[in-house]
């Protein structure tokens, strides 16, 4: 799907259309090795293609500051943004079994907010190329907007280290703390820190319904067995855990009291927390939130709760490599 993909982009190009490409460096290795960027590198002058980070046997840390994001903008009028990679594995078809397929969630979005999504993907073009920032605020880039297309009230979350720190980390928090109904939460990785499990604990225990939703098939099995790790603590704590069955979900959303959602790039895990650099956006009111909901309840009946007696019957051997792998989140 990528080289099908690039071959459309690079048809573009050649219209005369503008086309950047920025590419996390760790999450496209593979891409990276079998020289995928460099068949397309350099053929088309409107074409650029990026990495956002530059790793080097004198910088070896940075290997950890990864940009997780998932945007496309197009014209300065039109975003999609949420969960989805560039992958093979997320199209259904002759080519990817049921055991390889991806579940994900995305969305198209209009209006204001998209000039931001715009000036979070020109910071870190800025940033991977060294163009002067104070050149990207044009008619070009930012065109004027005529009127407000949607009934949503948006506001866009960019999070990592140097720029917004913690960002996405402190909208869950906010979930956890102001909560008064429900807290709905979908995501493919549940392996936050200590503080936030207590904040939802401190939620349920004031009488709001949580449900935490995360895939029975993982695509990584280490952080699986560190996300299951946690089950005992949140059933205890009253906290509803269900597993999505059939293929891996990657959907990453959050619903609080039916009012206002989060969704985008970010995980529920210490990576998305402190580490990644991601992108969220609230969404309030509107029609789009009832869209979300029911997204939600179709997850939730395809899933399976976890339950008291599930957790007993564990294995001695099983226990120990979940405790092991909490260990090293």
């Known amino acids: 799907i990528g080289e099908a993909i690039f071959e459309v982009l690079e ?3 050649r219209d005369g259309v503008k086309v950047k490409v920025m590419y996390d460096r760790f999450g496209s290795s593979h891409a990276i090795m079998a020289h995928f960027f460099r068949k397309y590198s350099g053929r088309v002058p409107n074409l650029q293609i990026k ?10 840390w940075r290997i950890q500051l990864r940009n997780h994001r998932k945007l496309l903008v197009v ?6 943004i949420g969960g989805i990679n560039i992958s093979s594995n997320n ?9 390889k397929y991806i579940h994900d969630l995305h969305c198209r ?3 204001p907010a998209v000039g931001e999504l715009q000036f979070s993907f020109l910071r870190d073009w800025c940033y991977a190329t060294g163009f002067p920032t104070s050149k990207i605020f044009t008619e070009e880039n930012f065109p004027p907007l005529n009127a407000l297309p949607g009934d949503s009230t948006v506001r866009i979350i960019d999070t990592g280290p140097g720029q917004n720190p913690e960002a996405s980390q402190k909208v869950f928090f906010t979930a956890a703390s102001a909560a008064q109904k429900h807290i709905w939460l979908m995501t493919p990785y549940f392996v936050p820190d200590k503080p936030f499990i207590c904040a939802l604990g401190m939620a349920a ?3 709001v319904d949580i449900k935490i939703i995360v895939p029975r098939n993982n695509n990584h099995w280490f952080v699986d067995f560190a996300c299951k790790s946690l089950y005992e603590k949140l059933v205890i704590d009253g906290i509803r ?7 891996f979900s990657h959907v990453k959303a959050m619903i609080v009291d039916g009012e206002w959602i989060m969704m985008g790039s970010s995980n529920c895990d210490v990576r998305s927390f402190r580490l990644n650099y991601e992108l969220d956006f609230v969404a309030y009111n509107g ?14 009946y395809d899933s399976v709760e976890v339950l008291p007696s599930d957790l007993k019957n564990k294995k001695f051997v099983r226990e120990l490599a979940e405790n092991i792998c909490s260990l090293l989140t």
């Open 109 to 111: 979005m209009e209006g």
């Open 75 to 80: 014209d300065g009028k039109i975003a999609f």
């Open 11 to 13: 048809r573009k190009a």
């Open 287 to 300: 029609e789009f939130i009832n869209d979300v909901r029911e997204q939600f309840l179709k997850e939730l």
């Open 205 to 207: 225990a004031r009488g």
């Open 241 to 247: 855990v269900f597993e999505k069955m059939g293929s």
């Open 91 to 99: 199209i259904s078809g002759v080519d990817s079994t049921k055991f």
């Open 51 to 60: 990495s956002f980070m530059k790793i080097n046997l004198f910088t070896p």
